[in-house]
Nanobody, 120 residues
């Protein structure tokens, strides 16, 4: 059984910073891509940033130059450093792991989500 556990969300003023973490646990051989998504009230879940197992990254235009994604493969953990936060960044942030290889299976998994609220 693979679980993703997020942490680091909270309330911050505009212009502030937060760092999200997501740790994958279980009998994991490898993880392909690890991603952060976010979903606001009444909105679709959108990709914020992604990172491959080799370290290649991609970002939504709205967060480029403000957010940085990184990962520690030895710990099966992905991070999202969020700087210069804006009220429009307020959302529930979800961690996603793609191509998770475990004994006898391969699949995609989601975390439970962590709330980020940016006050103006």
């Amino acid at each position: 059984q693979v679980q993703l556990v997020e942490s680091g969300g909270g309330l911050v003023q505009a212009g502030g910073s937060l760092r999200l973490s997501c740790a994958a646990s279980g009998r994991i051989f490898s993880i392909n891509a690890m991603n952060w998504y976010r979903q606001g009230p009444g909105k679709e879940r959108d990709l914020v940033a992604g990172i491959s197992s080799f370290g290649s990254t991609n970002y939504a235009d709205s967060v480029k130059d403000r957010f940085t994604i990184s990962r520690d493969n030895a710990k099966n953990t992905v991070y999202l450093q969020m700087n210069s936060l804006k009220p429009e960044d307020t959302s529930v942030y979800y961690c996603n792991a793609e191509g998770v290889r475990t004994p006898g299976s391969r699949g995609n998994y989601w975390g439970q989500g962590t709330q980020v609220t940016v006050s103006s």
